[in-house]
């Protein structure tokens, strides 16, 4: 599977932001998709995640601004961002979690549960 983002740009802090992560190669309707976040220096952390179910998950600084959806016929998750702060300036990335079984959503913060990655859109957030 091939994964797409897009729709970083530039913004003022208070802004919003929708980023778009399209699948190719294979249906994603099964999968959880997740958005991560990579700022210079820093590592990449979690941001937010939705499951096949529409269980979405999100990290306490994105909780509240933040909303991921996912429209199945189009092979796309949807990362709407609002309230954007300096703070939330990075590289977004998308990517497929790759982890099965029960308890399988314990490493979602976890980059090395992922096994296919967006090649990353930038998000800045001018103050």
């Known amino acids: 599977v091939q994964l797409q983002a897009s729709g970083g740009g530039l913004v003022q802090e208070g802004g919003s932001l929708r980023l778009s992560c399209a699948a190719s190669g294979r249906t994603f309707r099964t999968d959880t998709i997740s958005w991560f976040r990579q700022s210079p220096g820093k590592e990449r952390e979690f941001v937010a995640a939705?499951?096949?179910?529409?269980?979405?998950y999100f990290t306490d600084s994105a909780k509240g601004r933040f909303i991921i959806s996912r429209d199945n016929a189009h092979n796309t998750v949807y990362l709407q961002m609002s309230m954007l702060k300096p703070g939330d300036t990075a590289v977004y990335y998308c990517a497929r979690y790759s982890r099965t079984g029960t308890g399988y959503l314990v490493e979602l913060g976890s980059t090395s549960s992922y096994d296919f990655w967006g090649q990353g859109t930038l998000v800045t957030v001018s103050s």
């Open positions: 939705i499951t096949w179910r529409n269980t979405s």
